[in-house]
Each structure stands twice: as structure tokens, then as C-alpha cells.
């Protein structure tokens, strides 16, 4: 089992930064692609963020592109979610995920672990 703690969400002004923390327990970090996913109310879950279990590769969606980066500390078992210029509708619960023995992907169901989220309101 892995357990993934989020943290770091609010309340922020549009334009301004956030930074997300998911701090994992339970197995081996360095085995693991992680993602950021994000669920507005009445919205499915959304792909924001994907790295690769060695952080040599990144994947965004256009909607985040240059806004967003995410990075991992394997010896802190830690993922990060920097977050700049953001916008009303970045508005959204962020859940970290974790995928065991793959690579990143944009599809949730693939993950095998979740965080129970952290919620990010930017005001305009």
C-alpha cells in the first residue's frame, strides 16, 4: 500500500501561485510515475500533471502548459505542483496519484493510489 498525503491548497487571487505538496509513505517512491489530477464541481477528473518515476520526463495538457510544473524529490518521497498565473478556472479539488511500474499516463483509472485531495479556489 502507498499512502499519499496532498498539501498546500487555498484560497489565492487570480494571477497568483500555489504550491501543491503530495508526500508518500508506504512503498518505493522511486518506482512510481505520479500525476496531478484535478475535479471542479460538476466536472469529471481532470489530467493537470505527470512525471516519470526518475523526473526525466513531464507531461501537460495545453491547459496548464507554462503555467504548471510539477517535480519529485525521490529522497524526500515527495511530488510538487508549482502553480503560476493562475485562473478562476483552475478552481478544483487537485488529488495526487500514483502509478506503479509504468509510465505517466493522462488516464486516471490507471493509477493505483490517490490522495484524498486538496482544495485550490482562485478568486478573480
Known amino acids: 500500500q502507498v499512502q499519499l498525503v496532498e498539501s498546500g491548497g487555498g484560497l489565492v487571487q487570480a494571477g497568483g501561485s500555489l504550491r501543491l505538496s503530495c508526500a508518500a509513505s508506504g512503498r518505493t517512491f522511486s518506482s512510481f510515475a505520479m500525476a496531478w489530477f484535478r475535479q471542479a464541481p460538476g466536472k469529471e477528473r481532470e489530467f493537470v500533471v505527470a512525471?516519470?518515476?526518475?523526473?526525466?520526463?513531464?507531461y501537460y495538457p495545453d491547459s496548464v502548459k507554462g503555467r504548471f510544473t510539477i517535480s519529485r524529490d525521490n529522497a524526500k518521497t515527495t511530488v510538487y505542483l508549482q502553480m503560476n498565473s493562475l485562473k478562476p478556472e483552475d478552481t478544483a479539488v487537485y488529488y495526487c496519484?500514483?502509478?506503479?511500474?509504468?509510465?505517466?499516463?493522462?488516464?486516471?483509472?490507471?493509477?493505483?493510489?490517490w490522495g484524498q485531495g486538496t482544495q485550490v479556489t482562485v478568486s478573480s
Open positions: 496519484a500514483a502509478r506503479e511500474f509504468g509510465l505517466p499516463t493522462t488516464t486516471p483509472d490507471i493509477y493505483n493510489y
Open positions: 512525471i516519470s518515476w526518475s523526473g526525466g520526463r513531464t
